[in-house]
DNA sequence: ATTCTCATGTAATTGGTTACATGATTGC
DNA sequence: GCAATCATGTAACCAATTACATGAGAAT
C-alpha cells in the first residue's frame, strides 16, 4: 500500500503523541505548512484510510457532548514511518509567483523593475516575520528537528530578504549611472 | 477575464519573440521550471484561449508537411502582462520532502538523522548542479532578468548546500561527544 | 446575544500531471 | 531502417483547496 507525503505528515504528528484530526490541522498550520500544507479535505478522509490500513487507531474521546476522535500510532504505523523517513526524498515543487514576476522583469521600465525587486523581498520578510513568531514558541526544544527546521527557514528568508535588497539596491544605481550618461 | 500565473507564463515567453506551444514547453523546461512549471496538458489549452481572448495571435506556420502553429503576443497581451507584472506576488508555495522527512527526524536513531540532513544537501547539491548546466548559455544575456533568478537560485541552492552540511557535521560532533560521555 | 474556538465531515471545483494518440522531419 | 526531435492535442486521473453544512462549548 502506498502512501502519499500528506499521509505521513499525519503519521508524523501522531507519532508526536495521540491527536485528533483539528489537532493535526493545527499542528500543520503553524509549522509543516511552509513545506507540506494540508487542509481538513485531506486529512479527515486520510485519518480514516489509515486507521482502516491498521497504521493508526481510532478512540472515541467526547468532550460532553462535543464529539471527538482521537487517533494514536499503532506500531505498524510508526514503521511505516520509519521507512519512509529512511527513504532519499523524492518531491520538491515550488510555485513563486514573485520569481516569476521577476524573470519577465525586462518587459517593464527600470523604476518598476526596482520595485518589483523590493516587492519580492517584502514577501520573503513576511515570511520571515511570520517564521520568528513562531520561533520562541519552538526553541523550548533547542536540539529538535522541528526547530532546526525553523532555523533552516529563517536563514533563507533571511537570506533571500538581503539578495534582494542588495539587487535592488544594484540595479538602482545602474539606473543612476545610466541617466546621468 | 482572470489569468492564472500559467497563463501569464506563456505571455511572458511570447514577450520574447513569437513562438510555437512546444517551443514555449522548451523554454520553460530549461527555466521557469524551477519555480513554476507547465505541461503540454495546460499550454496548449491555454494557447487556444490567450488567442480566442485576444491577447495572442495564431498564425499557421507549417514546415513542409508538418503541421505548426505560431503565437505572437498581441498588444492586449502585452497590457495584461504589464498589469500583471506590477501587482504584488500572491502565490508561493513548496512541496518538500526533505524538509517534512527532516522535521521528522527525531523518530530515527542519530546516524540515520546525519544521513537525512545529507540527503536533503545531495537534493540541493543535484538542483545547483542542474542550475550551473544551465549558467553559461544564460549568462550570456548578463544583465537580464533570467540570468539574475537564475544566480538568484545558485546562490539559494549553495547555501541550503552548506547550512545542510555544517547541520550535519554539528550533529555528528554531537553524536560523538554524546557516546563518549 | 454573539462571537470564537473546538470539532467533523462532504461536495464541488481547480489546477495540474501523465498517458495516449498521431504524424512529419532529421540525423545516424 | 531506426531513433530522436519537432509538433499538436485530448482524456483520464490525481492531489488539493474551498465552500458548505452542522453543531457543541467557552468567552465576551
Same mark, same amino acid.
Request: aromatic fraction near 10%; glycine fraction near 8%.
Given at each position: 500500500?502506498?502512501?502519499?507525503?500528506?499521509? +505521513?505528515?499525519?503519521?508524523?504528528?501522531?507519532?508526536?503523541?495521540?491527536?485528533?484530526?483539528? &489537532?493535526?490541522?493545527?499542528?500543520?498550520?503553524?509549522?509543516?505548512?511552509?513545506?507540506?500544507? !494540508?487542509?481538513?479535505?485531506?486529512? +479527515?478522509?486520510?485519518?480514516?484510510?489509515?486507521? =482502516? !490500513? *491498521?497504521?493508526?487507531?481510532?478512540?472515541?474521546?467526547?468532550q460532553g457532548e462535543r464529539r471527538?476522535? #482521537?487517533?494514536?500510532?499503532?506500531?505498524? *504505523?510508526?514503521?511505516?514511518?520509519?521507512?519512509?523517513?529512511?527513504?532519499?526524498?523524492?518531491?520538491? &515543487?515550488?510555485?513563486?509567483?514573485?520569481?516569476?514576476?521577476?524573470?519577465? !522583469?525586462? =518587459?517593464?521600465?527600470?523604476?518598476?523593475?526596482? /520595485?518589483? #525587486?523590493? %516587492?519580492?523581498?517584502?514577501?520573503?520578510? %513576511?515570511?520571515?516575520?511570520?517564521? /520568528? =513568531?513562531? &520561533?520562541?514558541?519552538?526553541?523550548?526544544?533547542?536540539?529538535?528537528?522541528?526547530?532546526?527546521?525553523? $532555523? +533552516? *527557514?529563517?536563514?533563507?528568508?533571511?537570506? %533571500? #530578504?538581503?539578495?534582494?535588497?542588495?539587487?535592488?539596491? /544594484?540595479?538602482?544605481?545602474?539606473?543612476?549611472?545610466?541617466?546621468? $550618461?
Amino acid at each position: 500500500m502506498q502512501l502519499s507525503p500528506t499521509a +505521513y505528515v499525519i503519521l508524523g504528528m501522531l507519532s508526536f503523541g495521540p491527536k485528533s484530526g483539528y &489537532e493535526i490541522k493545527g499542528l500543520v498550520d503553524k509549522s509543516t505548512r511552509f513545506f507540506w500544507a !494540508a487542509s481538513y479535505g485531506q486529512i +479527515y478522509p486520510e485519518l480514516k484510510r489509515l486507521s =482502516e !490500513a *491498521g497504521l493508526a487507531n481510532a478512540t472515541d474521546s467526547p468532550q460532553g457532548e462535543r464529539r471527538r476522535t #482521537v487517533y494514536e500510532l499503532t506500531d505498524e *504505523g510508526r514503521d511505516a514511518l520509519h521507512v519512509w523517513l529512511a527513504e532519499p526524498p523524492q518531491v520538491f &515543487e515550488m510555485r513563486n509567483e514573485g520569481m516569476l514576476k521577476l524573470f519577465f !522583469a525586462g =518587459e517593464l521600465d527600470p523604476p518598476e523593475q526596482v /520595485r518589483m #525587486v523590493r %516587492a519580492l523581498g517584502a514577501q520573503h520578510a %513576511a515570511k520571515l516575520g511570520a517564521l /520568528r =513568531e513562531i &520561533e520562541p514558541h519552538a526553541a523550548e526544544v533547542p536540539d529538535s528537528f522541528p526547530y532546526l527546521v525553523l $532555523r +533552516y *527557514g529563517i536563514a533563507f528568508n533571511e537570506g %533571500a #530578504v538581503e539578495w534582494c535588497e542588495r539587487e535592488a539596491d /544594484r540595479l538602482e544605481s545602474r539606473l543612476a549611472t545610466a541617466g546621468s $550618461r
